[in-house]
């Protein structure tokens, strides 16, 4: 598939989506978020991808950049996140927050405008986000809905919602952002603006790997090829039992985890995995 404003990148079991619009901070227009969401499906259908990794083209100087969030000229004009508010009516989150659901039903999609950055947060597949330079707003939000973060030494993170504009993130950006850092350091984070660097990043529990600049990249295609040699499956259901304990309590939780893996070890390829392949190995 060809595109404008971003870049496809197949590895061995995973791919690169790098955000191409180095002029304009890579900020997220309508033809951004249209072929973001054509690259997700192409991902989804694609059996041997099993990580996505999502990045920043540098700016026309040189200087790294992620993004920096939507594109305020589409949006001042309205064209932007149309009907946003109406595709929302009479959905049930409830149903889309089993491991069975990611398992079984893998093509849902949720109807709102935009790179369907839940579908992100609830894929099958493991996503990852590698930043470097500004990411900020929309860019964060989708940098948050990723299961993995990794960022290099010079990465701008910052939330300016508030600041600039006197609204909240979207994508449940705050909320994200307290399960990673603590509700205490996010609500600060989104009121002032103050942007960070990837060390304090990584400090307070942001980001999962801190790399030189010049590292970032290879640190990213390194663990997506780790994570993407392991078993589609197993991935999926680790993904979400490990995700369970947001919304599940201790018990709960703990028969949830049971109950995917004896669904896991019903699958047709149990046979070339489970204990007999740790055996074969073994041998």
């Not at 996010?186 to 801190?210: S, V």
Request: net charge neutral.
């Amino acid at each position: 598939m060809k595109y404008e404003t971003i870049k496809y990148e197949k590895g061995d079991r995973y791919c690169i989506v790098t955000l191409n619009r180095p002029e304009a901070l890579n900020a997220l227009n309508w033809q951004m978020e249209k072929e973001l969401d054509d690259a997700y499906d192409e991902i989804m259908k694609d059996n041997e991808i099993n990580v996505f990794v999502y990045t920043g083209a540098p700016r026309p100087d040189g200087r790294p950049c992620f993004s920096a969030g939507g594109d305020l000229k589409e949006y001042a004009k309205g064209e932007m996140n149309k009907g946003g508010a109406e595709n929302l009516r009479g959905m049930s989150f409830s149903a889309k927050s089993s491991a069975m659901a990611l398992w079984s039903q893998r093509k849902w999609r949720l109807s709102i405008h935009g790179p369907k950055m839940p579908n992100i947060a609830w894929s099958p597949k493991i996503s990852i986000a590698a930043i470097d330079g500004v990411c900020t707003a929309g860019g964060l939000e989708l940098a948050l809905s990723c299961d993995l973060i990794l960022v290099s030494e010079t990465a701008q993170i910052m939330e300016m919602h508030v600041k600039n504009m006197g609204i909240i993130g979207g994508s449940a950006a705050g909320t994200l952002l307290a399960w990673r850092v603590g509700v205490s350091k996010a609500i600060q984070l989104c009121c002032t603006g103050d942007p960070i660097d990837g060390k304090e990043a990584h400090r307070i529990g942001l980001a999962d790997e801190l790399f030189s600049p010049d590292k970032l990249m290879d640190g990213a295609r390194e663990l997506a090829s780790k994570i993407g040699s392991m078993r589609p499956m197993a991935l999926t259901m680790t993904k979400a039992t490990c995700t369970a304990v947001r919304d599940m309590h201790y018990n709960e939780a703990w028969l949830y985890s049971d109950a995917c893996l004896y669904a896991l070890e019903e699958e047709p390829d149990q046979a070339d995995w489970g204990p007999r392949r740790w055996l074969k190995r073994r041998r």
